[in-house]
Structures are given as structure tokens and as C-alpha cells.
């Protein structure tokens, strides 16, 4: 079968993507981002084992997939694009799988846009330039919020009057498509850990800590919105609401300027005062840089303990998202006081970026991600034949 499956997942600064020859299980064949949009654009492409960044002019999403089409052209050998996946980082209260992207459903999404800024309103806007780039192709949305619809239901409700959960105010969840990666991928590797209690970490720029007992999410530390739980890169977390009502009432502050705060000043960014990126403020000597990674480290480490509660224990711990995978020093920093769950940090794998990295009854793992291949299974999927 010779058609290609193409994965795209638009953010705020970046639209990344993966191409794959089609089949059941889809192989992939080039992956990469133009990174840096708005900023300094590039081009990062990786085939095979070899790869090259390069400048480009891209001043937006949609510049940026034209970007991408022109380079992975000569990659589709005069195969058609049969399939185009999308990651879609809020699906709404109902959506639990993939959905072909129609005009109604896309109508629908965008009316999460306020929900999650940083991310919607790019998904969306890559749907339709993909959409006028293969308009013969099945188009697929793949919701991060799909992976946490089953929660208990005290796992969902905010402590508000009843009917705004019934108007779908209620915790989401995000990094669903990570997590469901990477909780089915640890079951293949560590067979001895199906149907057991795990605490996952998916950290980087955006960053959240999820429990998943027998392969299903009970609890994310990620809420309504992708704001809550642990601090990001510009990203506040977890925030008392009292705080936003002082805002508005001692300084003025409008929503418009309270939700760029939150989600473009604030974080490591807002915590440090110099950077948002945990690499820059790891080797700064800053005191600002000190005191946001000691905060960032405490509020992960609070987390997991909740969801080891939430969880009546924990049977592992596992790291993923790119500081996660790429950062001895955070993992070490984070795990290190977690004796009483019965882990004990194996230094050496550790600074090695090894698989495990924990010496004790608990295993500690760290996996790298692949939201892009959990994407184009599904889009796999709807282009198989029904029998």
C-alpha cells in the first residue's frame, strides 16, 4: 500500500509534524518542526538517522505548513496523502476518541478557542490549511483531552454550584496523547506492570502529572484549562482564585490582561525573571533561576504524592516530555525525597538518561514520548476498510 499518512500538531510557536507510510501499523519515514515562529524561524528535519536545521521564513502557522509541504514533497515518491492527523488539544466534555474533522465538528471546536489559547486556535487553523493542501485526504482530530474522559467524578467537579459542571465546567485534563503513549508502551516493554498503579510526569514547556490505574487516567493534575496544576515554561499552574479577584479589583486588570499573565508571563518565566527554558535557568547562577527551579522541583513532587493518594500507592513512576526525558538533575531533584514511596534513585543510570534510573521496590522510568505515532495509528485506523 503505498499511501502516506502525514501528523501535524500546531502550537504557539511551532507546528510540528511526522510523515508515514500507511499500514496497520504505520512506519514512519521523516519527522521535524519549523520552530521559532514569530521569532527566529527554522527548519528541523530528521530522516532516518540523520538530520538538519536550517533558517526559514515562516511568520505563522500557516507559513509554516507551507514550509513543511515543500520539504516532504520529494518524500511522498508520487504517493497520494491519504490521511491527515491533527493533534487537538481540546475535544469538550464528550469526545473520547478520534473524530473526522468536519466542517460542524471543527465549528464546535472552536468554541473551546478561550479554553486553551495558546494551542486551539493553531490546531484549528492547521486543520484548514491542510484541508486546502489535501482536499481528498481523510482529515482526523486527535484530542488531548480524550485519554482522561473516564475520571471518577469527584476526579471532575469543581466545588462551584452544580449546574456549571452540567454546562461542562469541569476538569479536562491535557497531554492525553502523551500519556497514552507512553502508559501503553511501558505495558509492552514492563509486561509485569499491566493493570497496575501508575504516576506519570510529562514535563516540559507545557507540563502536567497524571495517575493512571489499569491503563486508565483516574486523575490529571491538569484541570479545566491547560493553566492548572504544576508551573510551566510561561505558564502559572496551580493559582488560588482569590488572587484573580484581587487583580481585577486592586489593579484594574481585565481578562484580556489577566490571560496573557497567566499564560505568557508567568511560569519559570515570571518565577526567574530571566528565562522560561529550564536548560538556560539550570546552568544560571541567578537567584531568580535557583529559587524557580526549587519551586518547579516542590510543586512536581507535591503532585505525585496526591496521586499516590489518589491511587492508594503507586507501582511506578515514569518520566517523559523534553525535560523529563532530558534533565538528571530535575529528575534527581524531584524523586530524591520520595523514599517513603519506596523509591531510591540510581544515580549512575540517572545521569545516563537510562530507562530505569531507581535502585528500589519502585521503578523509576523515563521514556521518550510519541504523540506523533499515537496520531497516525488513528488516522490508520479510520482509513482502514470496515469489515
Request: with cysteine; glycine share 10%.
Amino acid at each position: 500500500m503505498g499511501q502516506r499518512i502525514l501528523t501535524v500538531n500546531a502550537g504557539s510557536s511551532s507546528v510540528k509534524f511526522a510523515l508515514y507510510k500507511s499500514a496497520a501499523s504505520p512506519e514512519c519515514l521523516a519527522r521535524g518542526q519549523v520552530q521559532g515562529i514569530g521569532s527566529s524561524p527554522s527548519f528541523k528535519f530528521k530522516k532516518g538517522g540523520s538530520g538538519a536545521t536550517e533558517p526559514v521564513d515562516a511568520k505563522d502557522q500557516d507559513q509554516a505548513l507551507d514550509v513543511i509541504l515543500s520539504e516532504i514533497t520529494p518524500l511522498l515518491d508520487g504517493q497520494e496523502v491519504a490521511g491527515v492527523g491533527h493533534r487537538i488539544v481540546h475535544g469538550g466534555p464528550l469526545r473520547a476518541a478520534p473524530a473526522e474533522l468536519t466542517e460542524d465538528v471543527l465549528a464546535d471546536l472552536a468554541t473551546f478557542n478561550p479554553l486553551a489559547p495558546l494551542h486551539q486556535p493553531h490546531n484549528l487553523s492547521a486543520v484548514k490549511a491542510a484541508k486546502r493542501a489535501f482536499p481528498y485526504a481523510l482529515q482526523i482530530g486527535c484530542f488531548d483531552t480524550a485519554f482522561h474522559r473516564n475520571h471518577p467524578w469527584e476526579n471532575d467537579i469543581y466545588a462551584i454550584p452544580r449546574k456549571y459542571y452540567k454546562q461542562g465546567v469541569k476538569r479536562y485534563g491535557f497531554h492525553g496523547l502523551s500519556y497514552d503513549y507512553v502508559s501503553h508502551q511501558l505495558v509492552r516493554e514492563h509486561p509485569e506492570l499491566h493493570g497496575k498503579r501508575i504516576i506519570m510526569c510529562h514535563l516540559g514547556s507545557g507540563a502536567s502529572i497524571c495517575a493512571v490505574n489499569n491503563g486508565v487516567s483516574i486523575s490529571s493534575s491538569m484541570g479545566f484549562s491547560p493553566l492548572d496544576g504544576i508551573p510551566m515554561s510561561t505558564r502559572s499552574g496551580h493559582l488560588d482564585p482569590g488572587i484573580l479577584l484581587y487583580l481585577m479589583e486592586t489593579e484594574g486588570m481585565t481578562a484580556k490582561e489577566l490571560t496573557h499573565m497567566l499564560y505568557y508571563d508567568s511560569g519559570l518565566l515570571g518565577l526567574s525573571g530571566i528565562s522560561h527554558d529550564m536548560q538556560v535557568l539550570e546552568n544560571s547562577d541567578e537567584q531568580g533561576a535557583k529559587e524557580a527551579v526549587e519551586y518547579f522541583v516542590y510543586r512536581v513532587r507535591r503532585e505525585i504524592g496526591a496521586m499516590a493518594a489518589t491511587l492508594s500507592g503507586i507501582d511506578a513512576l515514569v518520566f517523559c516530555g523534553g525535560i523529563g526525558e532530558n534533565s538528571p538533575n530535575i529528575r534527581l531533584q524531584i524523586i530524591e525525597r520520595l523514599g517513603f514511596l519506596g523509591i531510591t534513585t540510581d544515580a549512575d543510570a540517572n545521569a545516563q538518561n537510562a530507562t530505569r534510573i531507581s535502585k528500589g521496590p519502585t521503578p523509576v522510568f523515563v521514556l521518550p514520548t510519541d504523540e506523533e505515532q499515537v496520531i497516525a495509528n488513528a488516522v490508520a485506523k479510520a482509513l482502514a476498510p470496515a469489515h
